[in-house]
């Protein structure tokens, strides 16, 4: 079968021939035909050392295709070497959830890749209540823009998106946009931090968690107490280390956690993919995204990582 396979990290990963899948008993050949490119792909793909045979490796994590009865499911977490990006993948079948009836392939593993992170995050590691006033960092992005909708939805009573320049605000569905370019973006971010920030959505981290953390900590300490604040990490496309003060954390209601697998079960997540899907489909959420062939993986590969592919091994170039 046709795969993206990567023998060299560094080279990143290159269409050829892969050995054929097989099925042991709880495990499910699936034929894949919708496959994301997201930040965890890439940085999974980088972190893998090369095979020791030479033959590498297929790369990926998640997407959608067609079990042996002919259903489309969703899967996560391929059975190694074999992942995602390939025509073929090895899952164990407790890995699958079933794609809901009407819902495209593409358009399921572009809301699943857009918007799982946000939408576990706010039903298992922090569930929102009503009303709650939800911040997005990256809201710009794929995963961020959908997690507007996803805040929405479940019950946000307001959302503040966060962008580093203004043309990234336009068609952002939010109440409040906040451009970090902006002269005035520290005191617009101290008024809505002064207002009131129940959950903190963060798929960047880096210079502009630094930023938005130094702000929602400043003035703080009220003898009465400050209100509580879930500061939930998503992402770390801006970098992986944040300096912070301990007296900042100290004086403030800052609760600063983890969102992903491992910070919640595999099964959690794997379940919340079901119930995305359906909340996708019956809201019309339909999170941009550019189809291309497995064929050309080594070029979409080098490609920005701010436009989400959807690898479709049938799709001919």
């Given amino acids: 079968m046709k795969a993206a396979i990567i023998t060299s990290p560094e080279a990143g990963p ?19 035909t919708a496959a994301p490119i997201s930040p965890i792909v890439r940085t999974r793909a980088a972190m893998k050392p090369a095979s020791d045979d030479g033959k590498g490796f297929v790369v990926g994590v998640d997407g959608v295709g067609k079990d042996a009865s002919g259903r489309y499911v969703y899967f996560l977490f391929p059975k190694a070497p074999f992942d995602a990006l390939a025509e073929r993948t090895l899952v164990p079948a407790a890995m699958t959830v079933p794609v809901p009836d009407g819902l495209s392939d593409i358009r399921a593993a572009a809301i699943a ?7 576990d995050a706010l039903t298992r590691r922090v569930p929102i209540k009503s009303g709650q006033t939800v911040l997005v960092t990256g809201a710009n992005g794929a995963a961020g ?16 998106a966060v962008v580093r320049s203004a043309d990234k605000l336009d068609g952002l569905a939010a109440d409040t946009g906040i451009a970090l370019d902006a002269r005035d973006a520290d005191d617009a971010l101290k008024a809505v931090f002064d207002v009131g920030v129940d959950v903190v959505l963060d ?11 130094t702000v929602a900590m400043a003035g703080r300490g009220s003898p009465a107490g400050e209100p509580r604040c879930s500061y939930l990490v998503l992402g770390t496309l801006g970098g992986t280390t944040v300096p912070l003060s301990g007296y900042g954390l100290q004086s403030s209601g800052l609760d600063i956690l983890g ?22 489909q019956e809201a019309g959420w339909t999170p941009p995204c550019e ?24 799709v001919t170039g």
């Fill in 113 to 119: 890749t857009a918007g799982l992170a946000s939408w």
């Fill in 291 to 314: 189809v291309v062939p497995l064929a050309d993986i080594a070029s979409v590969w080098k490609r920005s990582g701010e436009v989400r592919y959807i690898i479709h091994p049938d």
């Fill in 14 to 32: 290159r269409y050829g021939d892969f050995k054929e899948p097989e099925a042991a008993e709880g495990e499910a050949v699936i034929s894949v």
């Fill in 145 to 160: 823009r959908l997690a507007l909708n996803v805040a929405r939805h479940l019950g946000a009573g307001r959302t503040i």
């Fill in 203 to 213: 798929f960047v981290w880096g210079s502009v968690a630094e930023r938005v953390l």
């Fill in 259 to 280: 969102a992903g697998i491992g910070s919640v079960p595999v099964r959690d997540y794997l379940a919340s993919a079901g119930e995305l899907m359906a909340a996708a």
